[in-house]
């Protein structure tokens, strides 16, 4: 009797046990999206969540996402194709824009038209793109100078368009009713020191703004860090947009900060942060908000959760990223919104149609550094761990030509094939010294060779391991581990890339037959 009444309860316990895992297992867990997404500005129209963020020098730039529960997001569209034409986006006489581009976009919802607003600093100008369909478009374009930092673009109830911007001071401008610039004389500082609430001793003053209205009542977010502390959530409020404003620290916490707030259709209200997360880049989280005293309070009981009371997320295949055949049916786009190139490509270099089933990559200039050569195409890593794979061809590469598979950022690592002599081999590069060296070369004695390329992102690990293989199913490592680095060079989580450059004659080729993406890591495919 007794027996059975211990079996019973252990059974009862057990049963507990797992109930409350698999509760917790059906829960969103930060971060929401562990990957490269950085600079977050969220809307909501009716049930639907749309999510502006930023890719620097990447094209087409600035990606828009969409979800319904805020926490499963896919790409559905770019707020452009091609920023400019000028020698720093187009990688031509030694230039680039690594760094810069446009970044920290505003999305907005009025009156039945979406906007979405950066800035450059590669071209010194502001830039509202507007459509009425942000899934499909097509896109209008206002540009204008200067370049205004960091800016909220803001639509109040009297009809008139502000624009916050700055770093530590704010300011704050009225913009023309057609949004082509600024109104002459209403430029203003709004907040002298925005960093205050977070005390005196700051290394990185108040910037990231964004603007909301609730209830009457005005919040303006913003990212600021005490020296020798972390990121740090300052939130100030005002009755009246021109003030006075009142301000406190509102989140610190595992350096989850810069963003702002959404509320959901049943009411219920979150932060939208990130945090640098090493290699990987900057990642976002969710935060829930409680109203009190008319003051938005982020976080239980100050602290980042790992589990929230939303959707579980699905993972970010093939949402965010997403594996490749180069299969293209009559209707398909030449590209899935997943890719991006490096800087801006030269359209008549590459194809998916001149052999069906593959990507063809055309040289068409010499260049003496891979950061400089153009129509390298890439995806966003993701964490904790992940791998890319793909097969190249190489039987129309030229000598001197060099083509594969990198993970991009300023330290770089390769693994590819390279014609020498008119014999290929198949190599591993690596920059991580701050320069490219090549580690190890293996002789190919024939065209087709497998490449593949893991990343351990757990706990800030940050290493990458390549390999080759001549099956595609026994994997062969090559070269050394390479340990990522964050570099502000380039401020861009590692990216996987496809790429083939010509460093002696140009008009060789390579195909690639796919690309496959895992959230796994095994040593082979």
């Known amino acids: 009797m007794k027996k059975t009444i211990l079996f019973s309860m252990m059974c009862w316990i057990a049963q507990g046990f797992f109930t409350n895992l698999s509760a917790q297992e059906k829960k969103a867990q930060n971060p929401v999206i562990f990957a490269d997404v950085p600079d977050m500005s969220i809307i909501r129209v009716g049930e639907t969540y749309y999510m502006s963020s930023t890719t620097m020098h990447m094209n087409p730039g600035v990606p828009i996402m969409k979800s319904k529960d805020l926490v499963n997001w896919q790409i559905v569209n770019y707020a452009y194709d091609v920023l400019d034409t000028i020698d720093a986006l187009t990688l031509k006489n030694g230039k680039s824009t690594y760094g810069r581009g446009t970044w920290a976009s505003c999305i907005r919802y009025h009156n039945g038209t979406y906007y979405v607003s950066t800035f450059a600093q590669t071209t010194g100008k502001t830039y509202i793109y507007s459509t009425k369909d942000i899934e499909k478009g097509p896109w209008n374009t206002i540009s204008f100078k200067p370049a205004y930092h960091d800016h909220t673009l803001f639509f109040d109830d009297d009809g008139r368009i502000y624009l916050i911007y700055g770093v530590g001071r704010l300011n704050m401008l009225e913009m023309k009713e057609d949004l082509s610039g600024v109104k002459p004389g209403t430029e203003k500082v709004l907040i002298e020191n925005a960093s205050l609430p977070a005390g005196t001793n700051i290394m990185l003053r108040a910037e990231g703004s964004q603007l909301f209205k609730v209830r009457d009542r005005y919040y303006l977010f913003n990212i600021t860090w005490p020296r020798g502390g972390m990121r740090t959530v300052v939130v100030h409020r005002a009755d009246n947009i021109n003030g006075p404003w009142e301000g406190r620290l509102a989140l610190q916490d595992l350096g989850v900060a810069q963003g702002g707030i959404i509320d959901t259709p049943e009411g219920d209200w979150y932060a939208y942060l990130f945090r640098d997360y090493g290699s990987v880049g900057r990642i976002p989280y969710l935060v829930p908000v409680k109203w009190e005293d008319g ?62 089933g593959f990507l063809r990559l055309t040289t068409g200039r010499i260049d003496t550094s891979f950061e400089l050569a153009r129509n390298t195409l890439t995806q966003r890593t993701i964490g904790p761990v992940c791998s890319g794979s793909t097969c190249i061809d190489a039987g129309g590469m030229k000598e001197g ?27 591993m590069v690596s920059a991580a010294s701050d320069r490219p060296v090549e580690v190890q070369r293996i002789p190919l004695g024939r065209n087709k060779v497998y490449l593949k390329a893991e990343c351990n992102f757990t706990d800030l690990t940050d290493l990458a391991t390549f390999y080759f293989s001549l099956d595609g199913k026994n994997w062969n490592p090559i070269g050394e581990k390479l340990k990522m680095h964050y570099s502000l060079q380039h401020f861009m989580g590692y990216r996987f890339g496809l790429f083939n450059y010509a460093t002696i004659k140009e008009g060789g080729f390579v195909d690639f037959d796919f690309f496959h993406i895992s959230d796994q890591i095994t040593g082979k495919d």
């Open 295 to 356: 003051w938005p309070v982020l976080g239980i009981d100050g602290k980042v959760p790992e589990t929230l009371n939303l959707p579980a997320g699905k993972g970010l295949i093939p949402g965010i990223v997403a594996s490749d055949e180069f299969s293209r049916k009559k209707g398909d786009p030449a590209l899935p919104l997943v890719w991006q190139w490096n800087h801006v490509p030269d359209n008549r270099l590459w194809s998916v149609a001149q052999r069906k």
């Open 401 to 427: 030509d060099f083509a594969g598979l990198v993970l991009l950022q300023k330290k770089y690592g390769q693994a590819g094939v390279v014609i020498e002599n008119g014999n290929r081999y198949v190599v």
